[in-house]
């Protein structure tokens, strides 16, 4: 049985799933290398294979039967531990795992290395804001593997993630999501840098100011 909290996370990635189809029309990355049943809202969002829109639909459509399973499975993942804890729990060794483990595979990508990078200096540095707002929380990312200092989750406005998004992700003035030369996106409501995307079987909003100057974030590009 779905219990109400996946009821509520599948809903809202559903409406996510729609908000970013309606803005990122006719888009914009290159191509991914996930399939239709398998690829995450994260992947989708930059992906760019320019498919035309049935295509898109049809990936749209298998998606969100994904998502459908994985809330009907509770969304086990297999980086639990006894000793780490949930990765359902931020303030869970087994989470902040997760999180290096999300970075790490963005750096694997060449579409998301650079941005990756940031992240991944933003984590060390703890300029890294990790947030879930169907949950309603909020917390500074800690370097598992530097024995970081562990930080406690703080509440936060419950929303959706539809509404949260097109509050916090800048667009130009064609309503298209503004990206930063890393491929990062900007949070409007701070100036930081911003990604959304899957940890574990959840999507969380990670945020950052960068801990060095580099200069591909000094530019902008729209996707």
């Known amino acids: ?4 909290i996946d009821s509520m ?3 809202s990635q559903q409406a996510a799933l729609k908000a970013f189809k309606e803005v990122d029309q006719g888009t914009t990355s290159n191509s991914s290398t996930s399939d239709g049943s398998s690829m995450s809202l994260a992947d989708y969002f930059y992906s760019q294979d320019n498919a035309d829109d049935d295509g898109e639909d049809s990936k749209l459509s298998a998606l969100i039967a994904s998502l459908q399973q994985q809330a009907m499975t509770g969304g086990a993942t297999e980086t639990d531990t006894e000793d780490d804890g949930s990765v359902d729990d931020m303030s869970s060794k087994a989470f902040m795992k997760a999180v290096q483990e999300k970075i790490d595979a963005l750096k694997n990508s060449p579409d998301t290395a650079a941005m990756a990078e940031t992240m991944q200096e933003a984590l060390d540095s703890g ?4 947030t879930d707002v169907v949950a309603g929380q909020q917390i500074t990312g800690w370097n598992v593997a530097d024995d970081g200092t562990p930080t406690t989750p703080t509440d936060t406005d419950i929303s959706d993630w539809s509404s949260y998004l097109k509050q916090h992700l800048l667009r130009d003035d064609n309503g298209r999501y503004v990206r930063n030369g890393d491929s990062s996106h900007q949070d409007k409501t701070t100036g930081a840098s911003s990604y959304f995307g899957m940890i574990g079987e959840t999507y969380y909003y990670l ?3 960068k801990a060095v100057t580099t200069t591909a974030s000094s530019s902008t590009t729209t996707k």
């Open 1 to 4: 049985m779905v219990s109400s």
């Open 9 to 11: 996370r599948l809903w």
């Open 127 to 130: 300029n890294l804001t990790i």
């Open 207 to 209: 945020s950052w100011t």
